[in-house]
């Protein structure tokens, strides 16, 4: 089977939207943990770590919605290419154990300096672990036996792959689809055939 069409017209007023309210709830975040420094110290590095985090799953949506899906973007650059290549061959995902490993063993590094250096390093910390568990996510997301785990994320996944890929582009959280208003309709259906494609039971 083929997937639908993946490419969408982008919506700049959407793009500006969602950055203003990204804003509006993460400048009082980041104000309260600058309040926090001075007499919640350990509170606040931890605030600061999973600030990045939150940043980081943000960056993922916007990338993948208003880049991924772009009928504006160049579509020649290999970083689009795989990621269609991905949506018609939802089984290949071009990450190896290596690099998997590299990734956790840099975020550790950068937990480990962050407290050393006792800086804001944390939030870079924070972006890198991230980053690294939108990539084990993915792949946990199409693993059949992820469906008894984590059901509704794997639901959001598959509408994105095989029914509606203006919706559900969040990854490693579904967090920013509800904030921005992209959860799949609640009618859609899945089939046994479109389960065999993603899964590649065929």
């Known amino acids: 089977m083929k997937p639908q069409a993946l490419q969408i017209n982008p919506n700049h ?12 709830l993460m400048v009082p975040a980041m104000y309260w943990n600058y309040q926090l ?3 919640h110290r350990v509170l606040s590095r931890i605030i600061l770590f999973f600030t990045g985090w939150i940043t980081w799953t ?13 009928k504006t973007v160049d579509n020649s650059s290999a970083i689009i290419r795989r990621h269609h290549h991905h949506h018609t061959h939802p089984t290949e995902i071009r990450i190896t154990g290596v690099q998997r490993v ?15 250096t006792d800086s804001y390093l944390y939030w870079l ?7 690294f568990w939108f990539f ?3 792949y946990i997301l199409h693993q059949a036996w992820a ?3 984590i059901p509704t994320m794997v639901r959001y996944h598959i509408v994105h792959h095989c029914k509606q890929p203006d919706r559900c582009f969040g990854i490693s959280t579904m967090i920013w689809d ?3 208003n992209t959860t799949p309709d609640n009618q859609v259906k899945i089939s046994p055939r479109i389960i065999d494609f993603y899964f590649g039971h065929d």
């Open 58 to 70: 943000f960056a993922e949506y916007i990338l993948h919605r208003f880049w991924n899906h772009s």
């Open 136 to 138: 084990q996510m993915h």
């Open 13 to 24: 007023s959407d793009q500006v939207k969602c950055f203003f309210i990204f804003l509006i």
């Open 147 to 149: 469906r008894k785990i």
């Open 102 to 116: 590299w990734m956790i063993v840099i975020a550790f590094v950068l937990v480990a300096i962050s407290a050393w």
């Open 37 to 39: 420094e001075t007499t």
């Open 178 to 180: 509800v904030v921005f």
């Open 125 to 131: 910390a924070g972006a890198w672990m991230g980053f």
